[in-house]
């Protein structure tokens, strides 16, 4: 266990499944004619941290986008108690579900104050994160407030995409392979960002690739493999299982 | 000199004419991928409508009336039109506004007639308000042009200082992250359509004017609104706002000048002879050529055009 493990609050017990922040059903998801999904169930509880891992190619980034609807989902999806399967993403992300998606897509023409202040749902009801404090957070971004955000380092712009989402003060948020391509410092940040989050009471579900990072915040982890869940478990589950490791996830 | 500065005028004119229009298919364009083939078709509605409102209610109530019911009407065209036909891709949507161009234009025609109708301004705005070189200059003009310097500084405005319009800055690039942080991307996209529509209307009740308002109008337009989003580059208001002049001036001043290519030749110092088959024709004569050459040049060699925010 790491430091950053024991500093998230452990989540509130979950009840019996039914209960669950994110619940997913049997969901499938196709390209043309390519069957991605192929039946996930997963569950997501209240101010839990969940990671999805998963080898290159197996579908996790189609799990998440099949959420929001970027990919037409079949299956039951519920988010706090709203069938979400197909919603326009607007009326999903404004349940409380936010979504960080794979490529960093800030809005390069727009400067990092712009971009944060688009994270906000409704500026006559801002929520708990305020701007200035996201920017007292990360002196890098502070420093680029006011210059167009696709100046920005892949770290940085890693920074400015969930700090974004996060001004939307979400209940859930999936962020998707956040430290893909990243050194490991800024890595490190990165994870340092997730736990901070974690802590303030919002659920995750992070999609990633990096074991040390995902096992030390998550409290249950998911591996998917083709299409399906091949395991689920806590993070000393998955560590003390040298079979799935092996055929799932390592290289 | 006298030909100089009312070319330059003209050309200032029919520049800030052609920015009404391309001011917003451009955002339309790089906002939805739409190219809507019916742009100019509002244009042509606005200057109807105006005519039609003009008689019952008089001008400066038309003036606003107008462009308010064409921005309604392109609204509804993107919401129960476009919006449906869009799940069917691109090239769907292009036909859909291709056929719609034809449709207005039909439509203007029976109502209207195929003939141009007598618009004409109210005669406040007729009469001469300066004279340059004995020659008056028509109130009217100036009024264009202040009203299309107004849209420009408007819309600038509204598009940089506004939460709708950093929301509309950001759905021009990444419509599905807009969407995803809780804006209501359909909502953006049939609102600036009918800002749009709205704003094509404006250009064609004062176009329509100094111009001719007949069945036809759309058609003349029409190319030449695309060139101007092209060459200004996708998204970019200051580049339509600059395209638009510069060809607004390049077409007025091939016209005014009466030189022949063989003289422009011979300018630069190529001996050719003044009056042969291809040296002898006239700048004049491929004006019109000229805009479309430009489309061309620009789409190999600087394909985001001059301010575009990424590549047509
Ligand atoms: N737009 C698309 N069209 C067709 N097939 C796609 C498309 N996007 C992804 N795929 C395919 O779907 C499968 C799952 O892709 P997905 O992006 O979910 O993978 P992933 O698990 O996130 O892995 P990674 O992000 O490392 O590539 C892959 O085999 C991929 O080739
Ligand atoms: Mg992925």
Redesign the pocket.
Known sequence: MSALADTIATPPARRASGEAMLEIRDLHAY??K?H?LQGVDLDVGAGEVVSLL??????????V?AVMGEVPPRGAIRFKGHWIAGLPNHRIARLGLGYVP?HRDVFPYLTVRQNLQLGVKNPRRPGKWRLEQMLDMFPNLARRADSPAGVLSGGEKQMLTICRTLMGDPDLMMI??PTEGLAPLIVRQVGDLIAEIARAGVAILL?E?KLSIALDISHRVYV?GHGRIVFEGTPAELRANDGVRREWLEV | MEVVVFSLLNGLLYGLLLFMLSSGLTLIFSMMGVLNFAHASFYMLGAYLAYAMGGQIGFWPALFLAPVLVGVAGALVERYGLRPVHANGHVAELLFTFGLAYLIEEIVKLFWGKQPVPYRVPDVLSQPIFTLFETTYPAFRVFMMVVALLMFGVLWLLLKRTRAGLMIQAALTHPHMVGHLGHNVPLIFMTVFGIGCALAGLAGVIGGAILVTEPGMAHSLGPIVFVVVVVGGMGSLTGAFVASLLIGMLQTFAIAVGASIGDLLRLVGIPVAPHGELTGITLAQIAPMLPFLLLVLILIFRPRGLMGARET
């Open positions: 390209y043309g390519s991605i998963g080898r290159n190619g197996v579908g996790r980034s189609t799990l986008k794979e998707d392979e999609v690739q998917m």
